[in-house]
């Protein structure tokens, strides 16, 4: 109670406010310096702590004297210069120790004791002053109100200074209003403390200042306050926007880490490869979740940390490559790995068991570290091998194709050369083959393809090929010692090839022929070894009981001749060495002349005469026989329309000219530069040829027929389906086959099929040639079974037209 009469009693209450005030803007300065010191760094940061220490320094002096100015002890006073000068220099001082020991420790705890120093300043700046004062008599103290007041200064400038450089929101405000009321309480409690009734003024002397100097030294220096206490609102203000932009910036910088962060999660998350960031320590630091997956790991494996070694030991123990040496595998592994980062990266490619392969690339950082990508080339490694096993196998049968077999083949050449074996090369070609497609068709022709190579490559043993070289020609090689282990090959190969297959219902028989030509008896090199087994195969086909032939010499010199004449017929085109003869046909009924059949002849230098029996199917073979057709259409074409009598010519057509659309123009074309009435051209074609493609052959003798051209159908009676070829196709002439005629005279089945045959035809109304008459018995039966027309030696030799013999009577003469 004393204090608070002292207070309202003692003062005026006009510069006590005044210097709460003072108080208040000097603590202001404080705070805010001391907050802006403790963000600045090096020598700025002990520039403001100084400033900040002139501030509350000054404040705290100010805050003193304005204080002393309101107070009245009844006379004036006046002060010593020194003390009054060291007054401010300790509360300078000590502030600024305080405020350095509140910064620099950084603890709460330094922060305390900092704040205690500046209440220490406070103290001793206030006591210091006091004793400024110059009076006379006795200055009495009250010693438990000085305690208390060097106390309150010390705790609540502690509290100030830890709330100033603190967090929270009003951390500046409670930091203020803390530090004036440490202040104000500290001096108003000590200036309660000291009794002043005793003393009286004495005589000011130079070394001392009167009241109202120290009035105008008080105002400059809380002008200078004031300005600090702005300057420290101004920082403040700048250090909260600077602070709020650095906070906006770190929560934008935050908020854009934070999407980074999620689109790299989700990056990694599904990336098609594996993705694993190792360390300088040769450690993951990061992972995808599809680098563990590749990996083998379970998917909540942990793997952060694990050294590359462990890694490579743990992928190939899951991804299942047994048999090794699990060790020794993953230190190979490992060590081929850190070679390639230390080498500058790379990619390398590792298979595992159960066809599984990843290929990984190391690509280096720069700081020892390393990024690697994993991926997953297991479907396309798959791939690669079927294409690689399609390039060498049969789609259809798997079996080797011809360029596996010819690789296959050089290998066993070369094997056998530098060994003791033989090496046999057997060449197969299945018989009727193009029956089976055409009567059951393709599907069920690929099905007895499937089959015999399932049958050919059941039970082979080591060394033992078969491949399929395209349609139906297989080959097979086997390597041999003893012919007892060939004739076993191939006794197994003739029970593969002669057999069954049921297709959808159809039971097909299936057969071969085979042909072997043996290393190195036959041929020391593929080629060779190849053309004599197909040789042997062809010996084989053309022999009815004969199903496995072995390659002979007489073989080579055969197909040698061959040769040879299928160069001649070529040659024979190019000069015009081939000469047509012509066979008469007659009535039989009265001896006249109703037309000649155009026949070929070659005379080949050298060889003398040839049968057309012999060059007719090797032109066939060859290819020439198109150039040769149409050499003799056009011949005989020429020479008739040159005849001075308008009977008709009977030209052979080929199958193979049949299935040839150009058919129809060349015969148009022949037609129109000869001259010829097409009534007189009659074109002769087999069943045979008509049967191998019968809508494309009718459809060619339509577009012929069309012309006024006649068709006969020749060799009729020795074909597959005489009756349905008739009707399918208006023909104008039935040409019976000579091998009718043979025993006609004495067997009475012979004459019953040409009086069938004869029947058929008046039955259609188409008139019945008769082919190799010889006798006149045999004349004379066609005669009395009311045959049309006949042609043999009888009638006539083939030979070139004598016009003198037409003038001879005829034969019923």
């Known amino acids: 109670m004393s204090l608070v009469d002292f207070f309202f009693h003692g003062h005026d209450l006009r510069f006590v406010l005044l210097a709460a005030a003072v108080c208040l803007v ?342 020892g570290s390393w990024v690697t990508t994993i991926e997953d080339i297991s479907e396309s490694k798959r791939n690669e091998a079927a294409i690689a096993h399609l390039a060498q196998h049969d789609a259809l049968t798997g079996l080797a194709n011809r360029a596996r077999f010819n690789q296959l083949f050089d290998a066993a050449l070369a094997a056998a050369e530098n060994g003791d074996d033989n090496l046999a090369v057997i060449q197969i070609d299945l018989d009727r083959f193009k029956e089976v497609n055409d009567s059951y068709g393709h599907a069920a022709g690929d099905e007895v393809l499937r089959r015999m190579a399932e049958r050919l490559t059941a039970g082979l043993r080591e060394g033992e090929v078969v491949a399929r070289l395209g349609g139906d020609e297989f080959a097979a090689l086997k390597p041999f010692t003893s012919m007892d282990s060939l004739r076993d090959f191939l006794k197994r190969i003739e029970a593969a090839v002669f057999g069954q297959v049921t297709y959808q219902g159809v039971m097909v028989n299936t057969g071969g022929s085979i042909g072997v030509a043996i290393y190195p008896d036959d041929g020391a090199d593929r080629s060779k070894l190849l053309n004599n087994a197909d040789l042997a195969m062809y010996r084989a086909k053309a022999e009815f009981d004969t199903r496995i032939c072995y390659y002979e010499r007489e073989m080579d010199e055969h197909a040698r001749q061959r040769r040879a004449m299928a160069h001649d017929l070529w040659v024979a085109l190019e000069k015009d060495a081939f000469d047509l003869v012509y066979q008469v046909q007659k009535s039989v009924s009265t001896g006249e002349v109703t037309g000649y059949e155009v026949l070929l002849r070659w005379d080949r230098p050298g060889h003398g005469l040839v049968s057309p029996t012999d060059f007719i199917p090797l032109a066939e073979e060859t290819g020439s026989i198109g150039p040769i057709g149409a050499w003799v259409l056009k011949t005989a074409c020429l020479e008739a329309a040159s005849w001075p009598e308008p009977y008709k010519i009977a030209v052979n057509v080929s199958g193979l000219q049949l299935a ?100 058929l035809g008046r039955s259609l109304s188409v008139p019945v040639l008769a082919e190799g008459v010889e006798t006149h018995a045999q004349l004379d039966v066609l005669r009395d079974e009311g045959c049309n027309e006949a042609q043999g030696f009888l009638l006539g030799r083939p030979g070139n037209i004598d016009w003198a013999d037409l003038l001879d009577p005829p034969l019923s003469a």
């Open 26 to 367: 000097s603590a202001y300065a404080c705070i805010t310096l001391m907050r802006h010191a403790k963000r600045a760094t090096g020598r700025m940061q002990k520039v403001w702590i100084g400033i900040s220490a002139l501030a509350v320094g000054f404040g705290i002096w100010a805050t003193h004297f304005v204080a002393m100015l309101s107070f009245r002890p009844g006379f004036a006073l006046s002060y010593d210069i020194g003390l009054t000068a060291l007054s401010l220099l300790m509360a300078i001082v000590l502030c600024g120790a305080g405020i350095g020991l509140a910064i620099w420790g950084g603890k709460s705890v330094d922060r305390l004791l900092g704040g205690a120093v500046i209440g220490v300043g406070i103290s001793s700046m206030h006591y210091v002053g006091i004793a400024a004062l110059v009076l006379g008599g006795n200055l009495e103290w009250n010693g438990g109100l000085v305690g208390v007041s060097i106390l309150s200064g010390l705790v609540l400038s502690s509290f100030a200074v830890r709330a100033g450089l603190g967090t929270g929101r009003y951390r500046v405000p409670i930091a203020v209003g803390l530090l004036t009321v440490a202040i104000c309480a500290m001096h108003f409690t000590a200036m309660g403390a000291a009794d002043f009734s005793r003393c009286f003024p004495i005589v000011a002397s130079g070394s001392q200042v009167d009241g109202t100097l120290m009035s105008l030294a008080v105002a400059l220096i809380s002008f200078l306050i004031v300005a600090a206490a702005v300057g420290g609102a101004v920082l403040d203000e700048a250090d909260r926007r600077r602070t709020e932009r650095e906070r906006e910036r770190e929560r934008h910088d935050a908020a854009r880490l934070d999407e980074m962060r999620s689109r790299l999660e989700l990056a990694l998350a599904h990336m098609e490869q594996g993705l694993a960031l190792f360390g300088p320590d040769q450690r993951v630091l990061l992972h995808n979740q599809k680098w563990v997956q590749l990996l083998g790991f379970p998917a909540d494996a942990v793997v952060e940390g694990e050294h590359i070694g462990d890694l490579c030991r743990a992928a190939i123990e899951h991804l299942g490559s047994h048999g090794v040496d699990l060790d020794r595998a993953a230190g190979e592994m490992c060590a081929h790995h850190l070679a390639t980062v230390q080498a500058g990266g790379g990619t390398t490619t590792h298979s595992f068991g159960h066809d599984a392969a990843l290929r990984i690339q190391h690509s280096p950082t720069g700081d």
């Open 660 to 759: 040839q659309l150009e058919l129809v123009d060349l015969v148009r074309m022949v037609l129109f530069q000869s001259g010829l009435e097409p009534e007189r051209l009659e074109l002769e074609v087999t069943e045979t040829a008509i049967i191998a493609d019968k809508k494309r052959a009718l459809y060619v003798l339509r577009q012929i027929k069309a012309m006024g051209v006649s068709i006969a159908i020749d060799d009729f009676g020795t074909g597959y389906s005489s009756l349905d070829t008739l009707r399918s196709f208006p023909f104008d002439k039935i040409k019976l086959d000579r091998s009718f005629m043979v025993e006609v005279e004495t067997n009475e089945q012979s004459k019953a099929i040409i009086r069938a045959i004869l029947a």
